[in-house]
C-alpha cells in the first residue's frame, strides 16, 4: 500500500500542497474549466473546519460535471482534489470516499463552458443536490450476490467472537488476553474452522523477545503477524488498509487481531474513538472481522467487577463485548473468566479458563497448560476463590488467634479477650474469623477445632497438624 507521499509523487506532486496551485492545462481543457479547478481547490483550503469534507464533496460535484462535458481530465481532478483533502487534515481513505462520490454523481449533470465572453472569474455554483437521487446507493438488486457473500457463524474464538463481527475484549494486565487469544486462534485453526492466511494479529504492545516468540507461532500455524515499527508497518496504516480493502472488496473473510486497541486510536478522545469505530464498522459491513484487546480501568465498579476503560464508542459500534477477570489465583494456577456485556449473535455468556503461572515457565509451555473449565471446576474454581478472600480477610485475626491457642485449649470469652487485646483488633472480626477457621480440614484453611464442655461453654485448640 503506498503512503500518502507516495501517492502524491506517483501524480506528480512532489510535496503535500499548502496552498492552492496555479491552473494546469489538462488535456480536455480549456480556460474556463482550469479556472474552475482553480477556484474549488481555493474553495477546499479557505473552508473552516468541520465544513472542509463536505467541501470535498461539492467541489468534486461540480468538477465532475466539466469532466463529464469534456473540459477536465477526471484523473487529474481527482489527484488534485485528493491533495487539496489530505493537505487540509481530512485522511486519505476519508477524501478518496468523497471525491469519487461527488465526481460521480455530477458526471450524471455534464456541463460545458459558457460562450466565449467568459471572463475566468469566479463561476457562481450551481444550485445542485449534494448527493444525487438516492437511487443510485440503493443496495436493491443487490441481495443474491450480498447473500453468496454473507459469512457463516463460525467462531474465531470459540464461543466468544464470531466471523464476521467486531469483538472486544477487555482486561487487566497480566490477566492472560493475549495468550488465550492466541490460544484460541490456534485451536480454530488446527480445528480448520477459519483459514489461518486470513489472520492478521497486530502486535503493539509487546517486547522484542515477546514479539519473537509470537512470530515463531505464527509462522509454525500460518498466520500473519505485523508490528509497528518493523519493515515500515505503523499503526496509523491499519485504518488506510481497512478502507483500502473495502474499496479493492477484498475485506471479506480477513480476520484482524488488534492487540491492543490503544496504540490505534486514542479511546479517551470521543472524536478519534468513534472515527476509528467507524471505520471498523464499514470494514465489518463488508465481510471482515476485527478483535479488539483493551484494558480496564484501575478503579473496579460498584459491584466489585472490573470495568472497560475508554469512552463507549468502541463498544457502541462493536457488536461483542466481554471482560475478564481473575477468579482464583491460587498456588501455580491463574483461573480467569470472560463475561459478556455486550451480545449481537450465539456467544456464551461466561467461558472460563484456567493455566499455569509457575515461575520458570516458558511462554510455549504456559500457552499449552490452558485449559477451559466445565462447569464442576467452574464451581470449585469460585469455591476456592472465596475460600482464598476469605482466608485473606481474615490473616491478621488468624494469626492474633493462633498465638492466643499457643498456651492450650481456651475457651471462647477468655480467647476472644485475648487475641483482640493483643492484636488490637475488634472483638467481632476476632469472633468472624473464629467461625470462618473452625474444623479439621488444613486444605479449608480450618486452623483450630472446637469442643464442648458439660457446661455448654465452647472451648478451641489449635488442630494437631499445626
Known amino acids: 500500500m503506498r503512503t500518502c507521499k507516495e501517492l502524491h509523487q506517483s501524480l506528480g506532486l512532489t510535496e503535500i500542497i499548502k496552498k492552492p496551485p496555479a491552473p494546469k492545462h489538462t488535456s480536455h481543457g480549456n480556460a474556463y474549466a482550469e479556472t474552475a479547478l482553480a477556484n474549488e481547490l481555493a474553495a477546499i483550503y479557505g473552508a473552516s473546519n468541520g465544513t472542509r469534507n463536505d467541501q470535498v464533496n461539492k467541489s468534486a460535484y461540480v468538477l465532475g460535471q466539466l469532466v463529464a462535458g469534456g473540459g477536465l481530465d477526471r484523473a487529474t481532478v481527482e489527484a488534485a482534489l485528493l491533495s487539496a483533502g489530505v493537505s487540509v487534515g481530512l485522511s486519505e481513505p476519508e477524501s478518496r470516499v468523497t471525491i469519487r462520490s461527488g465526481v460521480e454523481a455530477g458526471m450524471l449533470e455534464p456541463r460545458n463552458a459558457p460562450d466565449s465572453t467568459y471572463n475566468a472569474q469566479v463561476e457562481e455554483k450551481p444550485s445542485q443536490p449534494k448527493y444525487g437521487s438516492l437511487d443510485r446507493y440503493c443496495l436493491n438488486g443487490r441481495s443474491a450476490t450480498m447473500k453468496a457473500q454473507m459469512l457463516a457463524d463460525i467462531f474465531v474464538l470459540q464461543d466468544l467472537a464470531l466471523l464476521g463481527q467486531s469483538t472486544n475484549i477487555y482486561a487487566a494486565q497480566n490477566v492472560g488476553k493475549t495468550l488465550i487469544t492466541i490460544w484460541l486462534i490456534i485451536e480454530a485453526i488446527k480445528a480448520e474452522e477459519i483459514k489461518a492466511e486470513d489472520i492478521f494479529y497486530i502486535n503493539a504492545d509487546d517486547t522484542y523477545k515477546g514479539l519473537t516468540i509470537k512470530t515463531e507461532l505464527a509462522e509454525q500455524y500460518g498466520f500473519n503477524m505485523l508490528a509497528p515499527g518493523h519493515l515500515g508497518f505503523k499503526a496509523e496504516m491499519v485504518i488506510e488498509i481497512l478502507a483500502e480493502m473495502i474499496e479493492t472488496e477484498t475485506a471479506s473473510g480477513k480476520i484482524f487481531i488488534l492487540d491492543t486497541v490503544k496504540k490505534f486510536t486514542d479511546l479517551m478522545d470521543k472524536a478519534k474513538s468513534s472515527k476509528f469505530g467507524e471505520a471498523i464498522r464499514q470494514f465489518i459491513s463488508n465481510?471482515?472481522?476485527?478483535?479488539?484487546?483493551?484494558?480496564?480501568?484501575?478503579?473496579?465498579?460498584?459491584?466489585?467487577?472490573?470495568?472497560?476503560?475508554g469512552t463507549t464508542d468502541l463498544v457502541d459500534d462493536g457488536d461483542c463485548a466481554f471482560t475478564i477477570d481473575v477468579v482464583n489465583h491460587a498456588s501455580d494456577t491463574k483461573t480467569v473468566k470472560f463475561e459478556n456485556f455486550k451480545a449481537r449473535g450465539d456467544v456464551a455468556q461466561e467461558v472460563t479458563f484456567s493455566y499455569d503461572t509457575g515461575r520458570g515457565m516458558t511462554y510455549l509451555e504456559r500457552l499449552e497448560s490452558i485449559q477451559r473449565l466445565d462447569d464442576e471446576q467452574v464451581k470449585q474454581a469460585k469455591a476456592d476463590s472465596a475460600k482464598q478472600a476469605t482466608y485473606e480477610r481474615n490473616i491478621e485475626a488468624i494469626r492474633a488467634i493462633r498465638d492466643a491457642l499457643q498456651a492450650g485449649p481456651c475457651r471462647k470469652t477468655d480467647l476472644v479477650k485475648t487475641a483482640a487485646e493483643n492484636s488490637c483488633i475488634s472483638k467481632p472480626k476476632i469472633i468472624q474469623a473464629l467461625h470462618d477457621h473452625t474444623g479439621k480440614k488444613l486444605s479449608d484453611n480450618q486452623f483450630w477445632t472446637m469442643a464442648k464442655e458439660t457446661n455448654n461453654a465452647a472451648v478451641y485448640s489449635l488442630s494437631e497438624f499445626l
Not at 287 to 309: E, F, M, P
Open 287 to 309: 465481510g471482515g472481522t476485527v478483535i479488539s484487546l483493551a484494558h480496564v480501568n484501575k478503579h473496579r465498579g460498584n459491584d466489585g467487577k472490573v470495568i472497560y476503560s
